[in-house]
């Protein structure tokens, strides 16, 4: 995981919820790449046409809220996401994200869809238009975590280093 990331933005609002995120009919596969083909599915229908790897979500507030489907994270993860910054986050969709290695950040970041944006995660800040906001830096244990690639391979790490 890069402790910079740098990329294109795509901006959503308030209180999206893990349906929109990936709605429930694709929930029974396995298949990461049916979560990535319908990421975003339930807001924006194209979106997963559009996203390139490496672009960065911003959302508002209770980014993520809803039900505790790991999914959610997991289709942002496998479209090619690179973070999600947003004002605030559901806690079950803000631990799953940590758990797959999806990298975000609580900033409330004022921007436009496609605006380039840099998030610093290792010491909370988000840079875009020449602004810098301050955010949420994650702690040192959670940073292993998605350094790692997330919570599985963390804890297989520390099981080899015993």
Not at 11 to 26: C, R
Not at 90 to 102: T, Y
Not at 117 to 133: A, C, F, P, R
């Amino acid at each position: 995981m890069k402790k910079i990331i740098k990329g294109r933005t795509w901006v959503f609002g308030d209180d999206i919820d893990t349906d929109v995120i990936i709605p429930g009919k694709y929930l029974r596969t396995t298949d990461m790449q049916v979560f990535a083909d319908h990421a975003m599915e339930g807001i924006d229908p194209d979106f997963s046409k559009k996203v390139r790897p490496g672009d960065i979500v911003v959302g508002g507030n209770n980014f993520g809220c809803g039900s505790s489907r790991e999914q959610a994270a997991l289709a942002l993860k496998y479209a090619g996401v690179a973070c999600v910054v947003a004002k605030s986050f559901g806690r079950i969709f803000f631990r799953n994200a940590i758990n797959v290695g999806l990298p975000l950040m609580e900033a409330d970041v004022k921007c436009d869809e496609g605006d380039e944006i840099e998030v610093d995660l290792e010491n909370g800040k988000v840079t875009v238009n020449e602004k810098e906001y301050t955010g949420n830096k994650l702690p040192d244990f959670l940073l292993g975590i998605l350094s790692s690639g997330g919570l599985v391979p963390y804890r297989k790490t520390i099981q080899e280093n015993k």
